[in-house]
């Protein structure tokens, strides 16, 4: 894997987590994150230090290997699946009976 697409693969896992978190990137701002420079680790756009890394797996409360956890998979996810997995996992998280219902329907409609 290059380097390039490790780092869209680790932007697209750290939008995965803020998300999960309900943060804004501007939120990121209270851990000494500008959010210009936020943005740009989460769409790939430059190479983060061990200590950022280390810094966002304690905001996120994962470890470090939870943070590189897409590596894991045989099959990485699209952007496209990436967007789908974020925005099934913030349906989730809001704990709202009736979206889950209608998202389990739809599921099971088309799986």
């Known amino acids: 894997m290059d ?3 490790l780092q869209k693969q680790l932007g697209l896992r750290l939008k995965e987590l803020r998300l999960a ?3 804004k990137q501007e939120d990121l701002e209270d851990y000494g ?3 210009r ?3 740009k680790l989460e769409r790939g756009d430059v190479n983060p230090t061990l200590e950022t890394l280390f810094r966002l797996s304690e905001i996120f409360e994962i470890s470090l290997a939870d943070l590189f ?3 894991e998979k045989e099959v990485p996810l699209s952007e ?3 967007a789908v997995a974020i925005k099934i996992g913030q349906i989730l998280k809001q704990n709202d ?3 889950i219902r209608k998202l ?3 599921l099971d409609d088309i799986l």
């Open 97 to 99: 009976g009736s979206r």
């Open 21 to 23: 978190k309900g943060f």
């Open 33 to 35: 994150f500008s959010y």
């Open 3 to 5: 380097i390039k697409k």
């Open 104 to 106: 389990k329907i739809f």
């Open 69 to 71: 956890a897409f590596m």
């Open 37 to 39: 420079y936020y943005g």
């Open 80 to 82: 496209n699946g990436q």
